[in-house]
């Protein structure tokens, strides 16, 4: 598995263009009604929007990058010398294009803050990657009988595109004798200073 690291950013402005156009490049299956992002491996691997404006044809080709698209880190042949090399050790001699299913798990990460996002491939899927398998706080609060509010401590289990598998840990002994369950990702927040749970 490779991870692929793109400045959020330059997703963000790939996202805004998407989202500005009313056509969008088809995929493999035919027409698209909708924005995407499209993973492109080939003059260097970037993220691009799918959306047709009008003022460019955009085309999807992997002979030719325009340097405004989303470059992966290390693998832009406008900055990096050895481009080639990294984009073999990704993804060895495939090129071509993948039309993901990304745009509003990227978006969310965006939303949150995040400088970076972070993509795992095997070379045949993409998807959105979750910065490490550490402790996390859930977000929210929960009630307790003395109607005070507070979060618990977990341990990320794994995770996809949208939800973790978080097991409670640090937690009173009920709480930790839980089985682990699933929490939206966007309701993760990574616990920085693990001194203060």
């Given at each position: 598995?490779?991870?692929?690291?793109?400045?959020?950013?330059?997703?963000?402005?790939?996202?805004?263009?998407?989202?500005?156009?009313?056509?969008?490049?088809?995929?493999?299956?035919?027409?698209?009604?909708?924005?995407?992002?499209?993973?492109?491996?080939?003059?260097?691997?970037?993220l691009?929007?799918?959306?047709?404006?009008?003022?460019?044809?955009?085309?999807?080709?992997?002979?030719?990058?325009?340097?405004?698209?989303a470059?992966?880190?290390?693998?832009?042949?406008?900055?990096?010398?050895?481009?080639?090399?990294?984009?073999?050790?990704?993804?060895?001699?495939?090129?071509?294009?993948?039309?993901?299913?990304?745009?509003?798990?990227?978006?969310?990460?965006?939303?949150?803050?995040?400088?970076?996002?972070?993509l795992?491939?095997?070379?045949?899927?993409?998807?959105?990657?979750v910065r490490?398998?550490?402790?996390f706080?859930?977000?929210?609060?929960?009630?307790?009988?003395?109607?005070?509010?507070?979060?618990?401590?977990?341990?990320?289990k794994?995770?996809?595109?949208?939800?973790?598998?978080?097991?409670?840990?640090?937690?009173?002994?009920?709480?930790?004798?839980?089985?682990?369950?699933?929490?939206?990702?966007?309701?993760?927040?990574?616990?920085?200073?693990?001194?203060?749970?």
């Amino acid at each position: 598995m490779a991870i692929l690291k793109f400045s959020a950013s330059a997703v963000a402005a790939q996202i805004a263009h998407a989202r500005s156009c009313s056509t969008f490049l088809p995929n493999w299956n035919g027409p698209v009604d909708k924005p995407a992002l499209i993973l492109i491996v080939g003059n260097g691997v970037h993220l691009r929007s799918n959306g047709i404006d009008g003022s460019t044809t955009r085309i999807v080709t992997t002979e030719q990058s325009d340097p405004s698209f989303a470059f992966a880190n290390g693998i832009n042949p406008f900055r990096d010398s050895d481009w080639m090399a990294q984009r073999q050790m990704a993804f060895r001699d495939l090129t071509g294009q993948f039309y993901t299913d990304i745009l509003d798990d990227v978006q969310t990460l965006i939303d949150r803050g995040q400088g970076a996002i972070r993509l795992a491939t095997d070379g045949h899927s993409i998807r959105v990657f979750v910065r490490r398998a550490s402790d996390f706080l859930i977000g929210g609060t929960y009630e307790v009988p003395s109607g005070l509010g507070g979060t618990f401590r977990v341990v990320l289990k794994d995770a996809c595109d949208t939800f973790a598998i978080v097991q409670n840990c640090g937690n009173c002994e009920d709480f930790d004798a839980m089985q682990p369950y699933r929490v939206p990702l966007d309701a993760l927040m990574e616990l920085e200073d693990r001194r203060a749970a």
